[in-house]
């Protein structure tokens, strides 16, 4: 089983082994999604929502003077994404690592455009958590957004748009990066809350003793969530740290204070995973400590009656053995006195361990 797992580890590296730098190769596992393009053209005045069932549809907006998002899900269809290059004018590389799945959250800056790559953190509807690279293109006056399959964090950011909220249709395209990259880190938060009661229904039920036998399994698994949300978060801070100190034309001086707030908010997420890392190694200290506290309970009881039984056996064992002549055999109460004298050391050596407060 431990084989297994490994070589489905590597086979997303396997891929690329060999390969041209540059070259396209989609190195997930969803290999029958469904190519799904929405676009968002919008200003102050008027929003327009387009399903699109080709890239093609999408090209006409970059022209136009308002702000565009296209959203494109399907990471699989690597012929779309390179027609998306070359209308774009994204370099090779650019393309290589939006469909590669097993990037670090980073930031490329290139003359016209800005690339970057985060980790979006949820949970399904089966309690899973579900990790899933997002790529960013931003643009002058759009942004694109690359996801691997259906489902995402997004659905407030659209109704914002559509319903006019807030200031995302009267800023420019950096702010509506700011707005997408926020609702991520928004489900940090979210992620951070449930491992956090997580962990505490952990300590509960390791406290009050009712242990399933499965928890050290489940507090591996947590453990796991816990240091994936953790390798999402680390690098995400060095990207809007770049993002805040970055000088292109593409970021304007009143949306850097917005990016500000999201570093400030994965420096609080960060802190929180960091404390539960820690919570997590003691949970497992409690939980060993709570297995072995069960075992000297256990360990006592067995000594106490072994303790009492001692003294019972040592009289059973003088009587029974086989000499010819025991005085004690030939007197008519001797088999009732030695029951009693065993009954009043047994019922002593309870009082003595009761006092005692071993029992």
């Keep these: 089983m431990k084989f297994r797992t490994l070589k489905k580890r590597t086979?997303?590296?396997?891929?690329?082994?060999?390969?041209i730098p540059g070259s396209i190769i989609y190195t997930g596992k969803k290999l029958e999604q469904q190519l799904f393009i929405e676009a968002f053209d919008f200003n102050k005045e008027q929003c327009i929502v387009k399903q699109l069932s080709s890239i093609e549809e999408g090209f006409e907006f970059k022209l136009s003077n308002s702000i565009t998002w296209l959203n494109i899900n399907g990471l699989n269809h690597v012929d779309q994404i390179e027609k998306i290059g070359e209308h774009y004018e994204l370099h090779p590389l650019v393309l290589e690592d939006i469909v590669n799945i097993s990037q670090r959250p980073k930031i490329?800056?290139?003359?016209?455009?800005?690339?970057?790559?985060?980790?979006?953190?949820?949970?399904?509807?089966?309690d899973e958590m579900v990790s899933e690279q997002v790529s960013f293109i931003l643009g002058e006056n759009y942004v694109?957004?690359?996801?691997?399959?259906?489902?995402?964090?997004?659905?407030?950011?659209?109704?914002r748009?559509?319903?006019?909220?807030?200031?995302?249709?009267?800023m420019n395209a950096d702010y509506l990066l700011y707005v997408l990259i926020d609702a991520v880190v928004d489900h940090y938060f979210v992620i951070i809350e449930t491992l956090?009661?997580?962990?505490?229904?952990?300590?509960t039920e390791i406290f009050s003793g009712n242990v399933d036998d499965d928890i050290s399994k489940h507090i591996q698994d947590l453990k796991r969530e816990i240091l994936k949300v953790r390798r999402s978060i680390f690098p995400l801070r060095e990207v809007i740290n770049r993002i805040e100190k970055n000088d292109s034309a593409l970021i304007h001086k009143k949306t850097i204070t917005y990016y500000?707030?999201?570093?400030?908010?994965?420096?609080?997420?960060?802190?929180?995973?960091?404390?539960?890392?820690?919570?997590?190694?003691?949970?497992m200290d409690m939980y060993m400590t709570t297995i072995s506290n069960k075992m000297n309970e256990v360990m006592k009881v067995l000594t106490i009656m072994a303790s009492i039984f001692i003294p019972l056996t040592f009289i059973a064992g003088i009587y029974g053995m086989n000499f010819e002549y025991i005085p004690e055999l030939s007197y008519r109460y001797s088999y009732f006195i030695l029951w009693g004298v065993m009954i009043v050391l047994f019922i002593s050596m309870l009082i003595y361990f009761k006092r005692k407060k071993w029992l």
Excluded: C, P
Aim: proline share 0%; aromatic share 14%; net charge negative.
């Design 11 to 19: 086979d997303t590296y396997k891929k690329k082994l060999g390969q």
């Design 260 to 283: 500000r707030d999201i570093y400030d908010h994965l420096i609080q997420v960060s802190e929180n995973i960091d404390i539960y890392r820690e919570m997590i190694w003691s949970l």
């Design 144 to 159: 694109l957004s690359f996801q691997e399959a259906d489902g995402d964090v997004f659905d407030e950011v659209r109704e």
């Design 108 to 126: 490329d800056d290139y003359d016209d455009y800005m690339f970057v790559v985060l980790k979006m953190l949820y949970y399904n509807d089966d």
């Design 161 to 170: 748009i559509k319903q006019a909220k807030g200031r995302v249709r009267s």
């Design 196 to 203: 956090g009661n997580k962990i505490e229904d952990f300590e």
